[in-house]
C-alpha cells in the first residue's frame, strides 16, 4: 500500500474462542475466494492447522502451515490459507491477513484488509485495545464487530 492508502481492520472483539472463530471467518473468506494469511505465536497457529483440519467434517479448507516459509515446496505457495508467524514472508498476491496474535503483525502494510479477533480473555482485551489505538494512530480505518457468541 502507499503512504496515501490506509488499509481497514475489522475488530472483532469478545470472541469466546479465537482460535474456533478463526476457523468459521476462514471457511467463509475461503468461499468467498480470497487468498488469506493468517499470523499469529506458532503455537496458537499449530493449533489452529489441527483445527482446520476437524472443526467441520463436511469439508475441508486448504491450508499451509508456513513456520519457515523457504523449506516449504513451490507447488504449495499458491494455497488459499497460509498459516505463518511472518506474514510477510506469505508468497503472491493476498489482500487478506487475520491476526490472532496479540501483537500488531509484521508487514501488515502490505494488506488491504485485516481482521483483528479479540478474545473476551481479560489480558487479550488489554493487548486488543493497545491494537486498536496503535491502528488508529497509524491512519487506519478501525470497525469494531462485536461477537455474541
Known sequence: M????????EFHHGVGDKLAYACRLLR???KAGARVVVTGDEANLRTLDRQLWTFDEQEFLPHVLATAPGDLPARQHDTAIWLTPDPATAPG???????????LPAGMDRYARLFDIVSS??????????RWKQYAAMGWQVQPHEVKE
Open 2 to 9: 502507499s503512504a496515501a492508502q490506509t488499509g481497514k481492520v
Open 28 to 30: 467463509k473468506a475461503y
Open 93 to 103: 498476491e493476498r489482500s487478506v491477513l487475520v491476526n490472532v496474535g496479540q501483537g
Open 121 to 130: 480473555e481479560p489480558e487479550d482485551r488489554q493487548l486488543g485495545r493497545q
